[in-house]
């Protein structure tokens, strides 16, 4: 049973950075679709970052997505922090039929 958890969330001040890592656990990630998603309290899920099974990698401005195959984990770069970037951010890695989710971390930006 494939598992994914995040990690690095936390606090951090308005124009500064974050890498949020996603560790796989009984499947490949190079074998999925990579996404990461945010929600902010009373908002829809927000796609922000994807990478595809040939590499090929999307994103909002500002966040940047990563795959090390060595580490079978995924990454979320994240610069020029503001407030509403504040969110639980979950990465999910996909096919046609399955998909597989971590519990979420959460980023809050704050002075």
């Known amino acids: 049973q494939g598992q994914l958890g995040e990690a690095g969330g936390g606090g951090v001040q308005p124009g500064g950075s974050l890498t949020l890592s996603c560790a796989a656990s009984?499947?490949?990630?190079?074998?999925?679709?990579l996404k990461w998603y945010r929600q902010a309290p009373g908002q829809e899920r927000e796609l922000v970052a994807g990478?595809?099974?040939g590499g090929t990698a999307n994103s909002v401005p500002r966040f940047f997505i990563s795959i090390d195959n060595a580490r079978n984990s995924a990454y979320l770069l994240m610069n020029s922090l503001n407030s509403e970037d504040t969110a639980k951010y979950y990465c999910?890695?996909?096919?046609?039929?399955?998909?597989?989710w971590g519990q979420g971390t959460q980023v809050t930006v704050s002075s």
């Open positions: 999910c890695a996909g096919t046609r039929i399955l998909n597989y």
């Open positions: 009984g499947l490949t990630l190079t074998r999925y679709v």
């Open positions: 990478i595809s099974t």
